[in-house]
């Protein structure tokens, strides 16, 4: 197993995968964010009972390569608990349903309905759907694969818009970045992973100031329908992109 005990934030006694999501989540729950953030959700708060399920399930073991998103979309991990979590894909392909709370604070336009809700997430569709045409099972895929969240706060504006934590004001960031590093280091430690897999340009610059010595970093497009490279074939670019950089033969 890799060693990174050169790096003293992994110096963090996680007993099993999931207490390193409880301190993130205590943590980042104390924060306050200014304009142009009006509202924030905490889905390790609300919607515990779903990520504990999908950590107890999969973080099991090593892994050859570790995925990592931004942070939850409104209608995936907000949701569900899940990254990336589409919900027909948590509830159908990965088998968990779960009850899901509220958030104390609830904006109109941004209602949390967990595995009831009617609405799809196009980044989790793309990316478990991906996952799912490959490799068949939940099972088979998690066998050597893991999918995290840096962050895991929903930021939104007064209209209720998805505000991304790339522009959020440096100086409210310095903290929740310091809790999110903690947390990521922790798993890296944990699940060992060989390839480190940035889920867009963001989640590649975050593996990129932390990484430890002797990991692979890759990274493929963002499934998000804002891109409208992502709008083209994102399976066959994400699948190349794998590819190319070694992760996937």
Known sequence: ???????????????????????????????????????????????????????????????????????PGPWGMAQTGVPFGEVAAVRDWMGIRTRVGRPAYEHPKRPIQGFDCPKSEVSGRRLWGLFRERFGSAPAFFKDHFVLNYCPLVFMGRTGANITPDKIPAPETNALFKACDTHLLEMIRLLSPQFLVGVGGFAEGRLRDILPPGLTLCRILHPSPASPAANRDWAGTATRQLKDQGVWE
């Not at 197993?1 to 963090?12: I, T």
């Not at 905490?42 to 399930?57: G, I, K, S």
């Open 1 to 71: 197993m890799r060693r990174f005990d050169s790096d003293p934030r992994l110096h963090l006694r996680a007993m099993s995968p999931l207490e390193p999501a409880r301190q993130l989540s205590r943590a980042v729950g104390s924060l306050l964010f200014s304009d142009p953030v009006c509202g924030v959700y905490n889905p390790l708060d609300y919607a515990w009972e779903a990520h504990a399920e999908y950590v107890r399930r999969f973080a099991t073991g090593p892994k050859r390569v570790l995925f990592l998103g931004m942070n």
